[in-house]
């Protein structure tokens, strides 16, 4: 008796699921003719610069001002080092996403400003620019991968001293954060002084 109710068992699981099959085949061809189709009509839509710059920088916005573009994105809180530290690649990853967007070559120059949380004396927090790079259209459209920079090697695509530091982050960097961002002059020419 065990075993012939183990063999209609068997023999049933069998038919249901190749009975199955047969159903979900159907239903997942039909569905996947669907994506398909809605991947190829979106395919040739080309995302704006608000919606890029939001996708790679995080809490990313823009604000255009004539020839200008500022990109805003939070930095990490954690501490005004750690904003330097992982800012930069924050913006290498962000850039390499968006740089060559038609509608963001239009612009000659290029603010990038990591935003930050402070708090004043009387302990009111509010966001504001904690660091700006500041670039030409033309010097970020030379470069091939922005990944494959060092952090130096960014700073130095700004031009001389184009960083600005909050005076509310400054006195909080440490020195090799701040010669990093706003690298001094060189030996020779503080010599001449």
């Not at 038919?15 to 061809?29: I, P, R, T």
Request: glycine share 6%.
């Amino acid at each position: 008796m065990y075993k012939k109710v183990l063999c209609l068992f068997v023999i049933s699981l069998f038919v249901l699921s190749f009975a199955g099959c047969g159903d979900s085949g159907e239903k997942n061809s039909s569905k996947t003719a669907s994506p398909t189709k809605t991947v190829q009509k979106s395919k040739p839509k080309k995302a704006d610069l608000q919606s890029l710059v939001a996708q790679n920088f995080k809490d990313g916005k823009i604000v255009k001002s004539d020839n200008e573009l500022t990109i805003q994105f939070t930095g990490n809180n954690v501490s005004p080092n750690m904003m330097v530290t992982g800012g930069i690649p924050d913006c290498m990853k962000g850039l390499n996403a968006v740089y060559k967007n038609s509608d963001f070559k239009k612009f000659s120059l290029i603010h990038i400003s990591i935003m930050g949380t402070f708090t004043d004396k009387y302990g009111k927090q509010s966001r504001d620019r904690a660091i700006t790079f500041t670039f030409d259209q033309s010097e970020l459209q030379k470069v091939e991968n922005f990944m494959a920079l060092t952090s130096e090697q960014f700073i130095a695509l700004e031009g001389q001293n184009r960083t600005w530091i909050n005076v509310a982050v400054r006195p909080e960097l440490s020195q090799d954060k701040i010669n990093l961002l706003q690298p001094p002059e060189s030996e020779d020419v503080e010599g001449e002084q």
